[in-house]
């Protein structure tokens, strides 16, 4: 009411106070600290609303314009903001004034800004108006384009496919006369460039400038001296070939498609084999059969083993789209028998591309075709020499096991499974067992009972914790998929006998299998046969197992019935807080905390969560001293403190000084609704 | 023939008879022209680059044109420790390549034994002004007096040149780094150590690829190291690599990933005659260049340089006798560790002269058309600013001559090492210890 009556003075006040942050931005747009920079300029929008669209026209802009120098992640985050900046400077009337910033941005020699810029450029482009496009933007792309540095340049041939659709027919000749300078550049950086875009721009150019203007740029890069040019030419051709009518391709494209599937350098070659599915996508089924398939079998017969390994990825992929009719004889006689080649190759990483992809191929040809000639393969390379293949073969045993079943591999695969499981590298062993519950599966409860059983037990007791960890979790996948009573038959007792192994790491190995079963075995296996174990290792005369016990027992404590709580649990969780190990002592406290809603318990009133929670805590916690953290804390406040009465008085003193603090507070505040952290910052 | 047009631009007023010290940081370690020859950079044993610019031309001053002054000085590396390896990394420069000019900022690679890093060196000529918060002076404000925003003004201000540090390429060595090399497209670099030959994309410091590997599984089988590499000036993938023991070997990238095995081979026979307990190891190369044109390769080993065609792998085109005089000093030369020096070698801008160190502040350079060659010193005693340089000789056997000096006076602690030949012009740079000496063409 007061305000309203003085407007003058208020708006002054007011004006202060929505300034004041803004001009801290704006003034931090040129701190010397990166993180303040870089917060400024994500706030840009923020700087330029409050600046208003003109001011942002004239004096913001101009101002970026000329910070290039910045940091590379300052200039990132200002080529993505002015991507977004139209409103900010009146709407698509006005977007042409963002071109100036981002045509600097798009020349700075970090690729990613100039990307972002480009990107930006793009976007922003979609919001000129025709005669904005033809009158700012064209413009715009013609000087990056005939730029001095290649930078420049570079950035302009991504910008030609999103003006392009929108210009006169004179404009768009101009057009295509830049990028086809810029195809035919001196430096490579910009043939590079001009070559990834080739696809991109083919794609808004009319069919038969296409033909005319796009065919023999693509052919002039493709056989480029540059290796790095002629790659990136692959890709296009793949672009250009999905737009061509079916008739013109073999006329247009595959001469310079072939002659890159068979280029002297491998990084070409390479590159054909990494695209070879969208290819064949690309040129249709007729060409696939006659072309492709010859190509492909090049490939993976190629000298270089890094063209074998893309081209062995690819393998199954290719088949699979390969056209119906003919595909099984095309396998069967083209691609089968490098595929045998390919299993006993010198290298290990085209056997192991080949080992992730091969069982896919059994789905393609069929039950008969899968025994007698790839199951074979299948089993050459679950005897390789580089665990890596193998276990890319187990992994995907799968797709066999629906075809064909797993019976017929399961005499070969077992002593793979077995040498793999002792294998002297840990991650090699890691790995099979994560793959342990789906061998289970597939190999059924007596097969698994009969050959496999004894390894994951032998995991149990591995001399690295990683594997003892992953076996007792692989025990709880096991006895989800067998159910309890095949626990109960086969693992509890051997898992309960690790209990009076003497190697203390063996006997925790039991309490961490406990804490996984006990949810899957359930309540009767639980309180019947695994509780008693647990209770009797209490008395353990190595510290970590009895602290161990007091959290399995807080772990299986919701498992169990309210009875053995009461009777069992309860009484050896209070002796373990009596330890003598400080450690020991915490976390029978902490079990006994954590079942509050199980046991009543006599000094519920140190440990419950509701005095942790209390500002009373916080209060104390406030006066400490020491560094220690929370649960520390906690231990020395009950090693302090031996006695519960004492506990009681001294917390009822604390009571007393806090709520006198609080109430002071209160009334210096003047406040009703004062709490507790504000005490806490005051204190 | 030649003039000296600066010297010693590091400490201009600096007595040779420093201590020994100060020196030790100052010895100039490697010297480059970038590709248009108007930047000059020197790194040296503190880790230290300087970036020389060449002088515009003006009208007041004409006898400038062409003079070197310092552009830019940074601290490129730092001595580091390896604790894993208990052992030192010294912080010396041990080759500068610069890089193609991609806008108005310039690129250099650097590299001590481990680290290669690239520096971008910039020009700033604007400074922002007007602050909302703070006065010119830097009084804060009121925060109460703000009225309106200011956004701040750019004004022109002094030139500032920057040099920061865009990226660095480490932990892909495992022995020391001796060559470093752009590659045509622009987009790879390799940098090689006495073992093994690495490739980097200029914009991925967390990958390398390793294309040579000459180390055998057994080291005690070692028999030769990589000693330089170098990319052909065109052809993208081509490289060549020398190695201790007097070959180079040519690779295409085209063929293989691995590059171990090689597409050319080039050595000479060696001659029974001239076998002695030295022959290995003033056989093993030092540096080695290819022309310009990308038809030859040159090779510098201890006594001689040779042009090789790339086209001929049984014998040098061309081989010169550096400092033939010495092959009767070996046995001293072997003691007092200097025949293990490691002499570079530089082309002209045409291919038709060459130039490579010698001791005694001598350096010589060879003209492929005449057969003329000359011995050069660079020394401060013996040569005025704009004086022009006497050709020097060394008396071989037989009586003395008045201008002539005899071996056994020749100085083995002054040799010049590193040298470059300006890409376009006859402006040569001449580093001689801690000092660095331009000699150009005299014009007129």
Redesign the interface.
Known sequence: GNRAAQPGTTQ?AE??DS??P???L??E??NEDVQLRLNSIKKLSTIAL??GVE?TRT??L??LT??I?DEDEVLLALAEQLGSFTVLVGGPEFVHCLLPPLESLA???E?VVRDKAVESLQKISQEHSPVDLEVHFVPLVKRLASGD????RTSACGLFSVCYPRVSSTVKAEIRQHFRTLCSDD???VR?AASSKLGEFAKVLELDYVKSDIIPLFTALASD????VRLLAVEAGVSIATLLPQEDLEDLVMPTLRQAAED????VRYMVADKFSELQKAVGPEITKNDLVPAFQNLLKD????VRTAAANKVKVFCESLPEDSRETIIMTHILPCVKELVSDTNQHVKSALASVIMGLSTILGKDNTVEHLLPLFLVQLKDEYPEVRLNIISNLDCVNEVIGIRQLSQSLLPAIVELAEDAKWRVRLAIIEYMPLLAGQLGVEFFDEKLNSLCMAWLIDHVYAIREAATCNLMKLVEKFGAEWAQNTIVPKVLGMANDSNYLHRMTTLFCINALSEVCGQEITTKHMLPVVLKMSTDQVANVRFNVARCLQKIGPVLDSSALQADVKPVLEKLATDQDMDVKYFALEAISGMYPFISLTFQHISSQKHFNSPLYCFFFSFSPCCLGYRRLHCVIVKFFKHYLWMSCIYFIYSCIYLFIWSTCTFLKGSSDAHFPQVDMIL | MFTRIIRDPASPTEEVSALLCSVAADIISTVEFNSTGELLATGDKGGRVVVFQREQESKNQPHRRGEYNVYSTFQSHEPEFDYLKSLEIEEKINKIRWLPQQNAAYFLLSTNDKTVKLWKISERDKRPEGYNLKDEDGRIRDPATITTLRVPVLQPMDLMVEATPRRVFSNAHTYHINSISVNSDYETFMSTDDLRINLWNLEITNRSFNIVDIKPANMEELTEVITAAEFHPHQCNTFVYSSSKGSIRLCDMRASALCDNHSKFFEEPEDPSNRSFFSEIISSISDVKFSHSGRYLMTRDYLTVKVWDLNMESKPLETYQVHDYLRSKLCSLYENDCIFDKFECVWNGSDSVIMTGSYNNFFRMFDRNTKRDVTLEASRENSKPRAILKPRKVCVGGKRRKDEISVDSLDFSKKIIHTAWHPSENIIAVAATNNLYIFQDKVN
Do not use: H, N
Request: net charge negative; charged share 35%; proline share 4%.
């Open positions: 002054r004006g202060d300034l004041y803004i001009a801290v704006i003034d747009l040129r409050a600046l001011r004096e913001l101009p101002f000329d910070t120098y020349t700075v020699e690729t540095w290649f930078t420049s430096t490579p950086m590079r001296e540059q290796d790095s002297k350098s491998w990084r000298c270089e083993a890094e």
